[in-house]
């Protein structure tokens, strides 16, 4: 106890001259008044989690995109295309990007973005197969995180997603669980193989129940990856479990669809649609012509900027297909 009894912090004035818990009070009054949000439309904190405005968008009936992120030229672009259009937007740390940028590198560039952004942004760590990168991921200040517990025997993907569902609804982070095997384009599988891996509707609802996850990926015929040919979804199934289960829905592979499956998706329940691969190819085919254009000999800046703008370019484009466009 300091001389003079009392405790200090009652002693400390906010800059307006009152004792700091009223300063606290007239904060919390004033962003409750105004949903969390301040005046001309400013969040209080850079990044909301992925629950809220996963649950409008199925209410409402539209789906947020998911873009994952490599440079912070391409957490940029997808900024700038959520703002062009006044969207909410999920920014995805993934594999690849962990790998090779890191996962609290690329966690810092999406945090320093979305303080200056008006638009609400979520910060999504996709397809973590380790408990420590969960707890990492939430240190690093994501605001959803997904186990992948795909390759599992369906009871141990139960468990294991269990655990850190509770893990992160104790930081008070929402979780996406993956149910049946969305593979890859370069697992090339065949009819039968593809039908053998998709979620029954059974093990959604009992994934969901015995999990507690807050969106939910299930395997519907959906593929990573680009190929020649366009995967076709078993929409059929994917409304099925949509009207079976509460939660979210999520699409994985997103960047191999065409229009017409998006949209019968949304239709369906799914509420994140995660875009991954041709953000890539976007931003590596505008740099491989900008890097050969004439005067980018010594300044990488010209050549990013054509980067980023393809990708924001795109991002756009996958937004108003998704109908999230002034849902901000
Ligand atoms: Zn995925």
Redesign the pocket.
């Known amino acids: 106890m300091a001389p003079g009894g009392g405790s200090a912090a009652a002693r400390v004035s906010d800059p307006s001259g009152g004792p700091v818990g009223a300063g606290i009070g007239r904060l919390t009054g004033q962003a409750a008044r105004c949903s969390g949000r301040l005046q001309g439309g400013w969040a209080l904190l850079p990044l909301v989690g992925a629950d809220g405005l996963l649950r409008a968008a199925r209410a409402a009936g539209y789906a947020v995109g998911a873009f994952s992120v490599h440079t912070p030229e391409m957490v940029d672009a997808v900024f700038a295309a959520a703002e062009a259009r006044g969207a909410p937007v999920l920014l995805q740390v993934?594999q690849r990007a962990i790998r090779h940028a890191g996962l609290q590198e690329t966690a810092s560039w999406v945090i320093a973005r979305a303080a200056r952004s008006p638009v609400p942004a979520a910060l999504h760590l996709?397809?973590s197969r380790s408990w420590d990168q969960v707890v990492r991921a939430l240190r690093a200040g994501c605001t959803s995180v997904?186990f992948?517990g795909s390759d599992l025997p369906f009871a141990d993907n139960v468990a294991a997603t269990a655990a850190v569902v509770r893990l992160a609804h104790a930081a008070g982070v929402p979780a996406e669980g993956?149910v049946g095997r969305?593979g890859g384009v370069e697992d090339d599988p065949s009819e039968d193989a593809l039908a053998a891996r998709l979620a029954s509707v059974e093990q959604a609802v009992r994934f969901v129940q015995d999990t507690g996850v807050d969106s939910l990926?299930p395997a519907v015929g959906n593929v990573?990856g680009l190929s020649d040919r366009i995967p076709r979804l078993d929409l059929g199934r994917l409304r099925v479990i949509g009207e079976a289960v509460a939660v979210p829905l999520v699409l994985?592979?997103g960047s191999g669809l065409d229009e017409a499956q998006i949209r019968a998706a949304v239709a369906a329940g799914v509420a994140k649609v995660?875009v991954?691969t041709e953000l890539r190819h976007a931003f590596l085919s505008a740099l491989r012509v900008a890097v050969n254009g004439p005067d980018h000999a010594d300044d990488p800046y010209p050549a990013l900027a054509e980067a980023r703008r393809a990708v924001a370019e795109l991002a756009q484009r996958r937004i108003d297909t998704f109908g999230s466009a002034g849902r901000a």
């Open positions: 993934g996709d397809h997904m992948d993956e969305v990926a990573h994985h592979g995660n991954d």
